[in-house]
């Protein structure tokens, strides 16, 4: 089956899909699947590229090409588009690859692996474009994908779902640019208490997050202006920096990781900007003329949310399905976080957190949270998979938030490691991901009989690569982090090529060796496997297993979590 892999995108969740892109390339089963790889940019066009553009620091690094990072700046290609007549910009795309029109998909692919983010790529856009191709996807359908993108909506429809009380505020952006801010924030606090956790309400990956934690005003204004994707500029400060501090302004604003992107709109004069140099013509410009300029994204949220903070121990949690639909609850991850905000540079770009599954409690509460997470998937009309977090609070209420229909896919995501808990390395969670998203797209009722014959061809490819037994091939490692950080990767590509079982084995000296089960190869240092190594298998995770009974079997026959010592 020819796998289109769609990473990229418009949204600024864009870089985290990008390097999702190069872990299903190199994790999907090649006896199963062919991958084609399909590079969606943040103009919104399909381009068909090499594996070769997947090994870049991002995609600024080869996407727009070198000669159009000017000045020194880092651009996306949206910042050319005012620059730019179409037909240089078609050229620009046809650069790196070829592009293709979405009625032209089923010439080269069989299904679409989604690994968009955010708004236009997870909210049911590209879903519905792909259904109206007849083209089958990855991941939920269009109810599910709208209503798990939008979290004031979320956290409505959770609360109708398993009755949990969590109080929130929603700012709309024409209250709070019109009205008085203070007595905004003087209310909120009155209703949700400090902390105020703020969050744009559209937006992943942490992006557009903030927790105002005094009752100072300042600190509130930056976290709504954070939000809203808005910044103030005064322009008697901006007269105090040099030249180099103002180039490096207009660079952070074009990072999506700290700044609000272009196009950006100058709220006093209405003019929309789209490059970084741009930008710093149209400030000393305005500076003679006005005290103040407000940009604001083109893509700015409209409303903002505003939530009471909960202390409690903070999870995440997977849930998947079986063939007739039942839902499975993985073993919930606890986050522990070494840091105060976990925003998008502390979670991907930092050790801020440790992780452990299951929550560290009582058997009784990680069976609560599992329960919550099923009704929740369930009656907010998701299937496939997703990823919601939530909160176990001290009086044992689990709160949840923030469902999640593509989860990330780095090696390392949380979703991998709790479908590692019951036996599944990340090939054999890929193809769980393509066959049960085939096997939902079929309850729709469309394309329905060309879709079953799909499935049945892959089931049958499934068993008989099950049936088979593969040589072995040992992947031993030294009880160091970068040996473990090593044989990860190896164990990951032995697993994708299919020709061989992988056995990795733990060498603590030489008369001390040990066979470790798949889940141990998915905990982040060799110190958590020397800890596991120790302890009996939770019974959360024996419970789990049993009820994913009908999964194991059908993508890895039987898993067996016992370390073996040799």
Not at 288 to 314: H, K, M, P, R
Not at 358 to 374: C, F, K, R, S
Not at 417 to 436: C, D, F, P
């Amino acid at each position: 089956m020819r796998i289109g892999i769609f990473f990229g995108g418009p949204s600024r969740e864009r870089e985290i899909s990008y390097a999702g892109g190069k872990t299903a390339f190199e994790n999907l089963d090649k006896q199963l699947f062919t991958p084609v790889l399909v590079f969606v940019d943040s103009l919104g066009r399909f381009i068909l590229i090499e594996p070769s553009q997947l090994y870049h620091a991002g995609i600024r690094a080869f996407y727009p090409p070198a000669s159009y990072q000017t000045n020194q700046f880092e651009v996306y290609v949206e910042s050319l588009q005012n620059s730019l007549s179409s037909g240089e910009l078609a050229q620009i795309a046809q650069s790196i690859g070829t592009p293709i029109l979405p009625q032209d998909f089923k010439n080269h692919f069989d299904f679409a692996f989604i690994i968009l983010h955010g708004p236009d790529c997870e909210d049911g856009a590209v879903q519905g474009l792909l259904e109206w191709y007849r083209m089958p996807y990855l991941g939920p359908g269009l109810l599910g994908s709208a209503v798990s993108i939008d979290k004031i909506l979320q956290n409505e429809q959770i609360a109708r779902a398993n009755g949990q009380q969590k109080k929130m505020q929603v700012v709309r952006w024409e209250n709070w640019h019109k009205q008085d801010q203070k007595a905004i924030f003087e209310n909120a606090m009155q209703e949700l208490g400090l902390p105020i956790v703020v969050k744009a309400p559209h937006q992943g990956s942490s992006i557009g997050v903030a927790i105002v934690r005094t009752a100072a005003f300042e600190e509130f204004s930056k976290a709504m202006g954070q939000c809203f994707f808005a910044l103030d500029v005064n322009l008697g400060h901006w007269q105090t920096l040099t030249q180099t501090e103002k180039h490096a302004f207009a660079q952070k604003m074009a990072n999506l990781d700290e700044g609000i992107g272009f196009p950006v709109v100058i709220q006093e004069t209405q003019q929309t900007i789209y490059h970084p140099q741009e930008l710093l013509a149209a400030i000393e410009s305005a500076a003679s003329s006005f005290t103040d300029l407000l940009l604001i994204s083109a893509n700015a949220e409209d409303q903002v949310l505003l939530e009471e903070f909960i202390e409690g121990q903070e999870f995440s949690c997977g849930v998947i399905q079986d063939d007739d639909g039942r839902v499975v609850a993985l073993p919930p991850t606890e986050i522990v976080k070494l840091v105060e905000v976990f925003d998008f540079k502390t979670k991907y770009k930092s050790n801020s957190a440790r992780k452990r599954i299951p929550v560290d409690t009582t058997l009784a509460n990680n069976l609560l949270i599992q329960h919550h997470i099923a009704l929740v998937f369930e009656k907010l009309g998701m299937n496939t998979v997703a990823r919601i977090d939530g909160f176990l609070t001290p009086d044992g209420q689990v709160l949840l938030h923030d469902p999640n229909t593509l989860p990330g896919m780095s090696p390392t995501s949380l979703i991998f490691k709790q479908m590692a808990e019951i036996g599944l390395n990340v090939t054999k969670a890929l193809t769980y991901l393509v066959r049960q998203s085939l096997r939902e797209r079929i309850r729709t009722g469309k394309d329905t009989i060309r879709l079953r014959h799909l499935l049945a061809d892959l089931d049958e490819r499934i068993a008989q690569n099950l049936a088979q037994k593969l040589p072995e091939q040992v992947v031993e490692f030294e009880a160091t982090d970068e040996a473990f950080a090593q044989a990860r990767k190896t164990f990951g590509q032995i697993n994708a090529a299919g020709t061989h079982q992988a056995i990795p084995i733990l060498k603590i000296s030489t008369a001390e060796r040990y066979q470790l089960p798949v889940n141990l190869m998915f905990k982040d240092y060799v110190e958590d496997i020397l800890t596991m190594l120790q302890e009996p298998p939770h019974p959360l995770v024996s419970h789990t297993i049993a009820n994913a009974a009908p999964i194991i079997a059908r993508f890895v026959g039987s898993f067996e979590r016992e370390v073996k010592r040799l």
